[in-house]
């Protein structure tokens, strides 16, 4: 049974889309390579509102990965600002940035990374075993268990990651980034991947921690279907947003209505 939710974890649990949680402000990313300079983003404003699903999509090379990565402070801008839950993320020293990463976000990947020694379980429970807390008692315990329930992984808890289906994989590498319940879920190509239908399963595995727990995503993707189940589009392009489409929450993820509008917009 769940232990009594702290205020902070009502506000996130209550679902439902209120509140600024994240917002770039003029966000731009100069990488050196060789004596060339590449200029990844050009001045990216946004916000996101606190149990929102957006999705950023864009052409390969078109700065996205770059965005997801300032957005939690995996990287620091060249300039602007990232404020995540009312902390301005975007200058923290790197054990700062550590502290922020562990209690503020989690992150899914194209590729698993997950632990290969380690089974569903201690991938699971990593976050806090690395914070120092035994994943097997009180608390910890409890989350792990709600969150293999939500991803439909009890029973395969003793499975290593090399027993499991690529999509089993995934559902593990989401259920770790939520464990924390992080202010913010970033996902970069969760489904890139899967096959057609593993893919949609995350996707809706996606969808429903948004819809049912009121989980902030934003999610970087090239395709129109994973897209179509964000409450709103950013389209990314030579570094810059160029269009936003509000497609706003709806049970049916059909993409037909996104597909029109990227097509009215040329893209
Ligand atoms: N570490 C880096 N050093 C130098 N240039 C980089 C680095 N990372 C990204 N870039 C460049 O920045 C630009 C944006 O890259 P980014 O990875 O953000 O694009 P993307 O939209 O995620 O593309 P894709 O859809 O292919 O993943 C590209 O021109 C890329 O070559
Ligand atoms: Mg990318």
Partial sequence: MPTQPSSNDATRDRGGVDGTILEARNLT??????NRDVDALRGVSLRVRRGEFVALMGPSGSGKSTLLQLLGGLD?????EVVLDGEVISHLSDA??????????GFVFQFFNLIPLLDVYENVALPFTIAGDDPRRGDAAIR??????????????HNRPDQLSAGEQQRVALAR??????????????TGNLDYATG???????WRSCDQLGQTIVLVTHDARAAAHADRVLVVGDGRIRDEIELGRRTNRDAGPLIARLAQLGL
């Fill in 200 to 206: 949609g399963e995350i996707l809706d595995e996606l």
């Fill in 29 to 34: 990313k100069r990488y050196r390579l060789g």
């Fill in 144 to 157: 792990i268990h709600n969150v293999l329930e939500l991803m439909d992984l009890l029973g395969r808890e």
């Fill in 96 to 105: 700062q940035a550590t502290r922020l990463r562990r209690e503020k976000t």
């Fill in 177 to 190: 980034a939520l464990v924390g319940k992080p202010a913010i879920l970033l996902a970069d190509e969760p």
């Fill in 76 to 80: 620091q801008p060249t300039s602007g």
